[in-house]
């Protein structure tokens, strides 16, 4: 039975969710409480992160899900040598990846899905203009090369830090320079009629 | 610096990361370059963009059915993270068990007696029969001489030495069978050397002369039963008593003194035996009733002084 959490402790949008090592020992320790604090303080995050690479709501919230549940099986194993919420977005990204890596899903699923998400969230109060060119943005984006995508939506979308990107991407700090260089150019490019 | 170059930083100063004299050369250049500037504009706005995108939020009740998820974890999934336990944990949980049992087998170790004598039937089983050490003094022959488990300390016998004492054992059991004093055990020897062992190894360490007679008599089995008739019984006692002090043996008797129709008991060491029997016959009349193949170490002999 499904059991409703008290709005009171819900993460609102774009809040950064706080990497509190007694949260990583009281999960170490399966307390049931520190799982429900860290779901509470990253659900959003996650999600929006999987929803912007996977383009589809309903694969975002089955990989958002998943996420939580491999931290609830393997936060024992997790040393702390990283930050938590980096090991978060590395799972996150991995699961992403593998799911955009499976067989039967196109490229050209993915890039209908994120224009359906851009598409169907305007945001209300802003012009027509300013609305068209948010779909665009979300198209551009879905049209990217997976990796590109990857690194613009961790680093544009959701504020993270150079190093952090490269932690969770296990990747060299100059790849993910030069990676979100040239997807940043590429929206441009591709943002180009709005600019004129 | 050239255009590309410029282009090649925009990331990094939309970013802020730029040294101050890369940033004043870039500016430099975006001052006096009209297509680097218009490109710089549009680079700038689109990050901006890109920073005004709202973050998605998890659909209702997202929480609710990971956190209820997280429960119905399945049961052999449970049990994997139950066994694998990280060291931090599972050491100090396996110390206590350790200790809970070593606890519990003490316990039961001390509260049944079957237990101790079982592990004690090998030390006594083997050690005992094979003493050829010289004797060092009356208690430690005595001691080794009954069979017991006071040549525990001496190294551990030969093959060789340990099969001839299980040989002497044997003898001296079908010896004993002989005896008319002694009637041989009905229980197997192997379990009579267990017994005798238990029970030696619950005396003390110096254990009394009283209790050494009694238990010379409970072991039965003489190595030699001998009539001993005493041209004169009045020193009978004194005679043997020195004859025997002399030989490095030690005298139980069933009386306070020796005389007519007492049956005595001499230990002595074996090489000690050929003075006891000439010290015997100088006594009085001696005559060797029954005689085992071979001796042990220590030997055991019976004596009826005749009436």
């Given at each position: 039975m499904q059991r409703e959490l008290s709005p009171s402790r819900a993460v609102q949008p774009g809040d950064r969710a706080p990497d509190d090592p007694s949260l990583v020992e009281a999960l170490r320790r399966g307390e049931p409480e520190a799982f429900e604090r860290l779901v509470l303080a990253y659900q959003h995050r996650i999600f929006s992160i999987a929803l912007r690479i996977l383009g589809d709501r309903g694969d975002a919230e089955e990989v958002a899900q998943e996420v939580f549940l491999r931290v609830h099986r393997s936060v024992r194993e997790?040393?702390?040598?990283?930050k938590l919420s980096t090991w978060l977005y590395a799972i996150t990204s991995r699961l992403c990846l593998n799911r955009l890596k499976?067989?039967?899903?196109?490229r050209r699923a993915g890039e209908q899905a994120l224009a359906r998400v851009a598409n169907g969230h305007p945001n209300p109060g802003t012009t027509l203009e300013a609305g068209e060119m948010k779909a665009a943005l979300h198209r551009a984006i879905a049209e990217l090369d997976e990796e590109r995508r990857i690194v613009v939506v961790l680093r544009?979308?959701?504020?993270?830090a150079y190093e952090e990107i490269a932690a969770a991407l296990e990747l060299p700090l100059n790849t993910v320079r030069s990676r979100l260089h040239r997807a940043r150019m590429e929206l441009k490019e591709r943002l180009e009629r709005f600019w004129s | 610096m050239n255009c590309h170059e410029t282009r090649d930083l925009f990331s990094a100063k939309a970013d802020d990361l730029l040294t101050t004299e890369q940033r004043a050369a870039l500016d430099g250049h975006l001052q006096g370059c009209a297509d680097c500037s218009r490109e710089w504009e549009r680079f700038r706005q689109t990050v901006s963009l890109l920073h005004s995108v709202q973050e998605g939020r998890a659909p209702a009740g997202f929480a609710s059915r990971v956190i209820e998820a997280a429960r119905r974890e399945p049961w052999h999934r449970r049990l994997l993270r139950g066994v694998f336990l990280p060291l931090h944990v599972r050491l100090p949980l396996e110390a206590t068990a350790l200790v809970l049992v070593a606890t519990v087998a003490i316990f039961l170790y001390r509260q049944t007696p079957e237990l101790q004598r079982a592990a004690e039937a090998p030390r006594s089983g083997v050690v005992?029969?094979?003493?050829?050490a010289p004797a060092k003094s009356a208690d430690l022959e005595q001691a080794q001489g009954y069979g017991?488990?006071?040549?525990?300390?001496?190294?551990p016998a030969p093959a060789e030495e340990r099969q001839g004492a299980l040989q002497e054992a044997k003898e001296r059991d079908q010896f004993a069978r002989k005896q008319e004093a002694a009637p041989a055990p009905a229980e197997p020897p192997a379990a009579a050397g267990r017994r005798d062992a238990a029970r030696e190894l619950q005396k003390p360490a110096a254990p009394q002369r009283s209790e050494l007679k009694g238990a010379a008599r409970a072991?039965?089995?003489?190595h030699l039963m001998g009539l001993l008739r005493p041209m004169s019984p009045a020193t009978l006692d004194t005679q043997l008593n020195d004859l025997v002090k002399q030989a490095g043996g030690i005298l139980v008797r069933d009386a306070d003194r020796v005389g007519p129709g007492s049956i005595v008991e001499v230990v002595i060491p074996r090489d000690a035996y050929p003075r006891l029997e000439a010290g015997l016959r100088q006594i009085g009349d001696f005559t060797i009733e029954t005689r085992a193949k071979a001796f042990p170490g220590q030997v055991r002999i019976g004596l009826r002084i005749a009436q």
């Amino acid at each position: 039975m499904q059991r409703e959490l008290s709005p009171s402790r819900a993460v609102q949008p774009g809040d950064r969710a706080p990497d509190d090592p007694s949260l990583v020992e009281a999960l170490r320790r399966g307390e049931p409480e520190a799982f429900e604090r860290l779901v509470l303080a990253y659900q959003h995050r996650i999600f929006s992160i999987a929803l912007r690479i996977l383009g589809d709501r309903g694969d975002a919230e089955e990989v958002a899900q998943e996420v939580f549940l491999r931290v609830h099986r393997s936060v024992r194993e997790f040393r702390g040598e990283a930050k938590l919420s980096t090991w978060l977005y590395a799972i996150t990204s991995r699961l992403c990846l593998n799911r955009l890596k499976a067989p039967g899903r196109g490229r050209r699923a993915g890039e209908q899905a994120l224009a359906r998400v851009a598409n169907g969230h305007p945001n209300p109060g802003t012009t027509l203009e300013a609305g068209e060119m948010k779909a665009a943005l979300h198209r551009a984006i879905a049209e990217l090369d997976e990796e590109r995508r990857i690194v613009v939506v961790l680093r544009d979308l959701h504020g993270l830090a150079y190093e952090e990107i490269a932690a969770a991407l296990e990747l060299p700090l100059n790849t993910v320079r030069s990676r979100l260089h040239r997807a940043r150019m590429e929206l441009k490019e591709r943002l180009e009629r709005f600019w004129s | 610096m050239n255009c590309h170059e410029t282009r090649d930083l925009f990331s990094a100063k939309a970013d802020d990361l730029l040294t101050t004299e890369q940033r004043a050369a870039l500016d430099g250049h975006l001052q006096g370059c009209a297509d680097c500037s218009r490109e710089w504009e549009r680079f700038r706005q689109t990050v901006s963009l890109l920073h005004s995108v709202q973050e998605g939020r998890a659909p209702a009740g997202f929480a609710s059915r990971v956190i209820e998820a997280a429960r119905r974890e399945p049961w052999h999934r449970r049990l994997l993270r139950g066994v694998f336990l990280p060291l931090h944990v599972r050491l100090p949980l396996e110390a206590t068990a350790l200790v809970l049992v070593a606890t519990v087998a003490i316990f039961l170790y001390r509260q049944t007696p079957e237990l101790q004598r079982a592990a004690e039937a090998p030390r006594s089983g083997v050690v005992a029969p094979t003493s050829e050490a010289p004797a060092k003094s009356a208690d430690l022959e005595q001691a080794q001489g009954y069979g017991q488990t006071a040549a525990a300390p001496q190294a551990p016998a030969p093959a060789e030495e340990r099969q001839g004492a299980l040989q002497e054992a044997k003898e001296r059991d079908q010896f004993a069978r002989k005896q008319e004093a002694a009637p041989a055990p009905a229980e197997p020897p192997a379990a009579a050397g267990r017994r005798d062992a238990a029970r030696e190894l619950q005396k003390p360490a110096a254990p009394q002369r009283s209790e050494l007679k009694g238990a010379a008599r409970a072991q039965g089995p003489f190595h030699l039963m001998g009539l001993l008739r005493p041209m004169s019984p009045a020193t009978l006692d004194t005679q043997l008593n020195d004859l025997v002090k002399q030989a490095g043996g030690i005298l139980v008797r069933d009386a306070d003194r020796v005389g007519p129709g007492s049956i005595v008991e001499v230990v002595i060491p074996r090489d000690a035996y050929p003075r006891l029997e000439a010290g015997l016959r100088q006594i009085g009349d001696f005559t060797i009733e029954t005689r085992a193949k071979a001796f042990p170490g220590q030997v055991r002999i019976g004596l009826r002084i005749a009436q």
